[in-house]
């Protein structure tokens, strides 16, 4: 119960991108059971204690009581007794100590069934290394299956074929699409570069007007010429403060027929300023090239909105090209 709980923990942090706590958390297990065996309160009558196998008999070891030996004459037998009150398993060792006999439950916590082979046999039971071997092939798959999660979470999805110039917007998504196809970053001059901006949730192309006073490698045509991709998102702390730039809107229904809920009040709505961060990628291998931090600088009203949107500001074609110029040169 305690390794599957854990487990799904671990599973459920891979899956948020957090694999250092997976494994953190999967240390857990071992150590929990540790803390299970060593503090535990005692299920026991009479405490908790320890069974030593010798060559000429038992070294019997109790919570309270003092230590004592048993040879191999006095133990009786090795039994499975109905398990009394306060007796967490039902295997009783039977030993006889001046003239009386004694019941001794066993615990099922340690190494029972090594105990066990070594009162059948009447000598200290050899190792058993199945049960290291076990755990070792436990501990690799579980190791393997992090590391495979780990690995479908944070590694690039490889593909070999170079959709159109305006369907490369995987590239943007985590954790991303490395095009094997593409050209290679710093194999030419200038490194022609494309821009993708999330809207709705996907990333879409945008194209820049190109200044004429700037030879720029933005917007190449081919796609195969493509070696870089800016990937432009609002930031974790998306929205700054109002401008003194409103936006009137008249309500429209749009439909010529009666608004079912009556007609709406026109809006004016301020343009707010907007952080955005662009990542940029090199398109072959998805290795992050540069990231970079900017504020909408274009307070340009949207010819539309809907009745309960917000408008914020856009980076312009300028500042574009005065961020990404640099890096395609």
């Given at each position: 119960m305690l390794t599957a709980a854990v487990g799904g923990i671990c599973l459920t942090l891979v899956l948020i991108r957090n694999?250092?706590?997976?494994?953190?958390?999967?240390?857990?297990?071992?150590?929990g059971l540790f803390v299970y065996a060593a503090a535990a309160p005692s299920r026991l009558r009479g405490g908790r204690q320890w069974i030593a196998v010798c060559e000429g008999g038992l070294v019997i070891a109790h919570e309270y009581r003092m230590a004592r030996a048993v040879t191999w004459a006095q133990v009786r037998e090795w039994r499975t007794a109905v398990a009394g009150p306060g007796v967490e398993t039902s295997d009783v060792l039977v030993v006889e100590a001046e003239a009386e006999e004694t019941d001794i439950p066993v615990g099922a916590v340690g190494r029972r069934g090594d105990l066990v082979r070594a009162l059948v046999s009447r000598a200290p039971a050899p190792p058993d290394y199945r049960r290291g071997i076990s755990v070792a092939?436990?501990?690799?798959?579980?190791?393997?299956?992090?590391?495979?999660?780990?690995?479908?979470?944070?590694?690039?999805?490889?593909e070999d074929a170079l959709p159109s110039i305006d369907s490369l917007g995987a590239a943007c998504g985590h954790?991303?699409?490395?095009?094997?196809?593409?050209?290679?970053?710093?194999?030419?001059?200038?490194r022609p570069l494309v821009i993708y901006q999330k809207t709705s949730g996907a990333y879409r192309h945008t194209t820049l007007a190109e200044p004429a006073h700037a030879s720029s490698a933005i917007d190449p045509e081919a796609v195969d010429k493509v070696q870089l991709i800016a990937c432009v998102r609002r930031g974790d702390d998306p929205l700054g403060r109002p401008t003194d730039t409103d936006c009137k809107y008249v309500y429209s229904h749009g439909t010529g027929a009666?608004?079912?809920?009556?007609?709406?009040?026109?809006?004016?709505?301020?343009?707010e300023i907007a952080h955005y961060v662009v990542d940029v990628y090199e398109l072959r291998t998805h290795r992050k090239v540069a990231s970079r931090q900017l504020d909408g600088d274009d307070m340009t009203c949207p010819g539309t909105i809907t009745?309960?949107?917000?408008?914020?500001?856009?980076?312009?074609?300028?500042?574009?090209?005065?961020?990404l110029d640099p890096l395609t040169r």
């Amino acid at each position: 119960m305690l390794t599957a709980a854990v487990g799904g923990i671990c599973l459920t942090l891979v899956l948020i991108r957090n694999p250092v706590a997976a494994v953190s958390v999967a240390l857990l297990i071992p150590v929990g059971l540790f803390v299970y065996a060593a503090a535990a309160p005692s299920r026991l009558r009479g405490g908790r204690q320890w069974i030593a196998v010798c060559e000429g008999g038992l070294v019997i070891a109790h919570e309270y009581r003092m230590a004592r030996a048993v040879t191999w004459a006095q133990v009786r037998e090795w039994r499975t007794a109905v398990a009394g009150p306060g007796v967490e398993t039902s295997d009783v060792l039977v030993v006889e100590a001046e003239a009386e006999e004694t019941d001794i439950p066993v615990g099922a916590v340690g190494r029972r069934g090594d105990l066990v082979r070594a009162l059948v046999s009447r000598a200290p039971a050899p190792p058993d290394y199945r049960r290291g071997i076990s755990v070792a092939a436990a501990a690799v798959v579980m190791a393997g299956l992090l590391g495979w999660l780990a690995h479908w979470q944070f590694d690039p999805r490889h593909e070999d074929a170079l959709p159109s110039i305006d369907s490369l917007g995987a590239a943007c998504g985590h954790p991303g699409v490395a095009y094997d196809g593409a050209a290679t970053y710093d194999s030419s001059r200038p490194r022609p570069l494309v821009i993708y901006q999330k809207t709705s949730g996907a990333y879409r192309h945008t194209t820049l007007a190109e200044p004429a006073h700037a030879s720029s490698a933005i917007d190449p045509e081919a796609v195969d010429k493509v070696q870089l991709i800016a990937c432009v998102r609002r930031g974790d702390d998306p929205l700054g403060r109002p401008t003194d730039t409103d936006c009137k809107y008249v309500y429209s229904h749009g439909t010529g027929a009666a608004a079912p809920f009556g007609r709406l009040p026109d809006r004016i709505v301020s343009v707010e300023i907007a952080h955005y961060v662009v990542d940029v990628y090199e398109l072959r291998t998805h290795r992050k090239v540069a990231s970079r931090q900017l504020d909408g600088d274009d307070m340009t009203c949207p010819g539309t909105i809907t009745a309960t949107e917000n408008i914020y500001s856009q980076i312009s074609n300028e500042a574009f090209h005065r961020l990404l110029d640099p890096l395609t040169r």
